[in-house]
Structure formats: C-alpha cells, structure tokens
C-alpha cells in the first residue's frame, strides 16, 4: 500500500462503483440482513429511492467531478456499463446528470446526458412504424453525431452518458434467474446459513465457498470478468473516438465488486484470504466508487482512502 495521491487522470483509468440504494430499501438479501432505509421511490429515477438519489449525487460530485477534472484535455469519459438492473443504469444515469449540471458553464467540458442521447435516437428514428432493422440501422446515425461532436471540439473534455447493459456486469445467472430475477439455489442457501450476519460476513462465506461450488464463478473468475468489461468498454470508446483518451464508467452490484477490489488491491488475486487480509472484509458500500487510475508512474488503485499499486499484466484480459 502507498500514500493517497493527486495523480492525473490517463487514458485507461476507470471508475467502478456500487448501485445505490434500491428503491425496496434494501439490500435484496432478506429480511434479517437487509439494512433499513425509507421505501419512497425517486420520482425521476423509480428504481431507487429518494435517499438512493441523493446519496448517488453526492458520490458524483465527490468522486467522478474531480476525476473528469484531473483528466486530460482532449478525454473522453464513457459512463456506459451497468448490469440488468435498473438500479445500476439509474445509478450511472445521475452520474452523467451531475457532471451535466455541475460543468454546465465549463468552456472546457461537454456533457452528453443520457437524455440527450435518447433524444437523438427518437428523432433518428422518427416514425413508430418502421421496421425494426430500420431503427436499428437509423439508430446507429446517433453514432456519426457523436464522433462529429468530438471531432468538432478535439481539445474539450467529453462525457458520454448512456448505460447500457453488459453481460460481464450481470447477477444472471449465478446469483438470479434470467426468467423471474429471483435468488439461485445457490443464493437461497447461502442467505439461509448466514442469515442474522452482517453483510460483509455473508460475502466473506460467498468467498470461500464460490471456490468450491461448481454452480458458480470463484471471486478470482468474477474479478477477471468485471476487467473484461472495463476493457471492451474502453475499446468500444477506441473504436469510436479513435486515439482520444478515453476513460470509462461502469455500475455494478456488491459482491462482485468486492472480489474486483480485492482483486486490484491484492495484485490479481481474489480470494477468501485476501478479502480478509488485505481488505479487512471492508465491503463496496451502495453508491461507493473505487478509481482504477493509470498514470506515467503506472496503475493505481483506490479504494477506501488508500492507494494500491497495480501490476499492469493483471488488467491484459481480453474483452
């Protein structure tokens, strides 16, 4: 571990983050683990709640603002990857909705809301009645618009907001069904023989017992996973925007993030072990980021006010 520092903002680096607070007011565990928060839905974002909202605009100022700052003139930052669940695209949706709000007078920062860039699909596509191939190929006109957008403005920095779902995100079908969304067997059993712990002693049994049960993927698995899906982002922002720094945003669920952050902290390895020693059982809070930066000294990891080198081979997975 080193010392918490102001580096800058490279093309590659990452922000993941944990879905906020759902808008059921829990955890999706049961009952008796669940944490208690008020039921009341965001009006413009239904599937968290009020609390949800407001605790996913403050982790927008206090960690993606200065992210976008400390980049480079010239970034571009995708905030693109959520699961399935509603919950982590609205998540990333006010992430891009702060950032619009907060560089709204920047004459150095352009800011692409989801909304805008559904705007764009809407009148692409025009007329409800076409076919689908034909929406889908007049669709793809919003495409063209953006990559004018950025070559149009070479030295601004850009924030591309439209979350969209990524199978290396996704609770399916290890932990919920594709059909009903409900918990797996293996979930069912798991909640049932820890239930009363605390969450962070429930995830550190998932650890240790996702490295033997064959139904599901080991942490290490999943934290590879969830670097796949940071990679094929960026690439997709490459493929796009060509030599641009690009910097990307992804929302995911607990868990998960936990063996990634055990993963980046413990120089690529995730297991029951690490996320005790290295981690202290520290678990992603709802709404927490962790910042996967690469700088001219090589990459970094944050996470909890501390700072974690990484070795670079660790972050090769394909997309």
């Given at each position: 571990?080193?010392?918490?520092?102001?580096?800058?903002?490279?093309?590659?680096?990452?922000?993941?983050?944990?879905?906020?607070?759902?808008?059921?007011?829990?955890?999706?565990?049961?009952?008796?683990?669940?944490?208690?928060?008020?039921?009341?839905?965001?009006?413009?974002?239904?599937?968290?709640?009020?609390?949800?909202?407001?605790?996913?605009?403050?982790?927008?100022?206090?960690?993606?603002?200065?992210?976008?700052?400390?980049?480079?003139?010239?970034?571009?930052?995708?905030?693109?990857?959520?699961?399935?669940?509603?919950?982590?695209?609205?998540?990333?949706?006010?992430?891009?909705?702060?950032?619009?709000?907060?560089?709204?007078?920047?004459?150095?920062?352009?800011?692409?809301?989801?909304?805008?860039?559904?705007?764009?699909?809407?009148?692409?596509?025009?007329?409800?009645?076409?076919?689908?191939?034909?929406?889908?190929?007049?669709?793809?006109?919003?495409?063209?618009?953006?990559?004018?957008?950025?070559?149009?403005?070479?030295?601004?920095?850009?924030?591309?907001?439209?979350?969209?779902?990524?199978?290396?995100?996704?609770?399916?079908?290890?932990?919920?069904?594709?059909?009903?969304?409900?918990?797996?067997?293996?979930?069912?059993?798991?909640?049932?023989?820890?239930?009363?712990?605390?969450?962070?002693?429930?995830?550190?049994?998932?650890?240790?017992?996702?490295?033997?049960?064959?139904?599901?993927?080991?942490?290490?698995?999943?934290?590879?996973?969830?670097?796949?899906a940071i990679n094929r982002l960026r690439s997709?922002?490459?493929?796009?925007?060509?030599d641009r720094p690009i910097l990307t945003g992804?929302?995911?669920?607990?868990?998960?993030?936990?063996?990634?952050?055990?993963?980046?902290?413990?120089?690529?390895?995730?297991?029951?072990?690490?996320?005790?020693?290295?981690?202290?059982?520290?678990?992603?809070?709802?709404?927490?980021?962790?910042?996967?930066?690469?700088?001219?000294?090589?990459?970094?990891?944050?996470?909890?006010?501390?700072?974690?080198?990484?070795?670079?081979?660790?972050?090769?997975?394909?997309?």
């Open positions: 571990m080193i010392e918490t520092s102001e580096n800058s903002v490279d093309d590659g680096s990452a922000i993941v983050g944990r879905h906020s607070i759902r808008a059921d007011g829990t955890l999706g565990m049961g009952l008796d683990l669940d944490q208690t928060f008020s039921k009341s839905p965001s009006e413009k974002y239904p599937s968290l709640t009020n609390e949800g909202e407001a605790e996913a605009r403050k982790t927008a100022l206090r960690e993606y603002v200065p992210f976008l700052e400390q980049a480079a003139p010239g970034s571009i930052l995708v905030i693109a990857g959520a699961s399935e669940a509603a919950r982590t695209k609205a998540t990333a949706e006010i992430m891009g909705d702060v950032l619009g709000d907060h560089f709204a007078n920047s004459a150095d920062v352009l800011v692409v809301r989801r909304t805008d860039i559904q705007a764009m699909v809407d009148k692409a596509i025009g007329s409800p009645d076409l076919s689908m191939m034909e929406k889908v190929k007049r669709a793809g006109l919003v495409v063209n618009m953006l990559r004018a957008l950025a070559k149009n403005n070479p030295d601004k920095k850009i924030v591309i907001t439209f979350p969209l779902y990524m199978k290396e995100l996704s609770l399916t079908p290890h932990q919920r069904n594709w059909k009903d969304q409900q918990h797996t067997p293996f979930m069912k059993e798991l909640i049932e023989r820890t239930k009363g712990q605390s969450e962070a002693d429930v995830i550190d049994t998932w650890f240790g017992d996702a490295e033997n049960d064959p139904r599901v993927p080991s942490a290490q698995q999943t934290a590879e996973t969830h670097i796949k997709t922002g490459k493929r796009l925007f060509g992804l929302v995911a669920h607990g868990w998960q993030l936990d063996a990634l952050t055990t993963y980046l902290a413990n120089k690529g390895v995730a297991n029951q072990e690490a996320f005790r020693s290295v981690l202290n059982q520290q678990v992603m809070d709802q709404a927490e980021t962790a910042k996967l930066t690469m700088t001219s000294e090589g990459p970094t990891f944050s996470y909890k006010d501390k700072e974690y080198p990484v070795p670079a081979e660790i972050l090769q997975h394909a997309a």
